[in-house]
């Protein structure tokens, strides 16, 4: 495996932590924050000359440094919500009340909806061929399945 195939890789699997986390409604900044927390019991350890006690504070410092930046990146897609593909390739997202498609390998977006309805809580088929979600389309809050576009 190359190292562009292993950062494409690592790439999918960091938006779907980012998702995962983002639900928790804190900020990037606000998990940097939280990753001090560990940071200074890891010099306190330190201090007292607890060397694994450090160790282990240092690793989850760095495990919630790389969830900060996991939602970071899927922050900047400026999704309301979202949900990743079963093979981890596209993520669908709602901005402005309105589906998009978006192509992780090269950034590439398209709009799914432009109905001016709202749409809320997509997820991706088991075999990422539709998106369900709901829309208020019809008047009321009703769930729509949507064939993807095949892609060429």
């Known amino acids: 495996?190359?190292?562009?195939?292993?950062?494409?890789?690592?790439?999918?699997?960091?938006?779907?932590?980012?998702?995962?986390?983002?639900?928790?409604?804190?900020?990037?900044?606000?998990?940097?924050?939280?990753?001090?927390?560990?940071?200074?019991?890891?010099?306190?350890?330190?201090?007292?000359?607890?060397?694994?006690?450090?160790?282990?504070?240092?690793?989850?410092?760095?495990?919630?440094?790389?969830?900060?930046?996991?939602?970071?990146?899927?922050?900047?897609l400026g999704a309301e919500n979202a949900d990743v593909s079963p093979d981890g390739q596209l993520v669908v997202i709602v901005r402005h009340g309105e589906l998009w498609l978006h192509r992780l390998k090269d950034g590439y977006e398209r709009p799914l909806t432009r109905d001016g309805a709202e749409a809320l809580s997509p997820r991706f088929s088991p075999d990422g061929r539709q998106v369900i979600y709901a829309s208020t389309r019809s008047g009321n809050y009703d769930l729509w399945l949507l064939d993807l576009p095949v892609e060429e």
């Open 1 to 76: 495996m190359t190292l562009y195939e292993r950062r494409e890789r690592f790439h999918g699997f960091s938006v779907k932590i980012g998702i995962a986390f983002a639900k928790l409604r804190l900020s990037p900044n606000q998990w940097t924050v939280l990753a001090l927390v560990p940071v200074l019991a890891a010099f306190y350890m330190l201090a007292r000359e607890q060397f694994l006690w450090a160790a282990l504070f240092f690793i989850v410092a760095g495990f919630i440094d790389m969830i900060d930046g996991a939602v970071a990146r899927v922050s900047s």
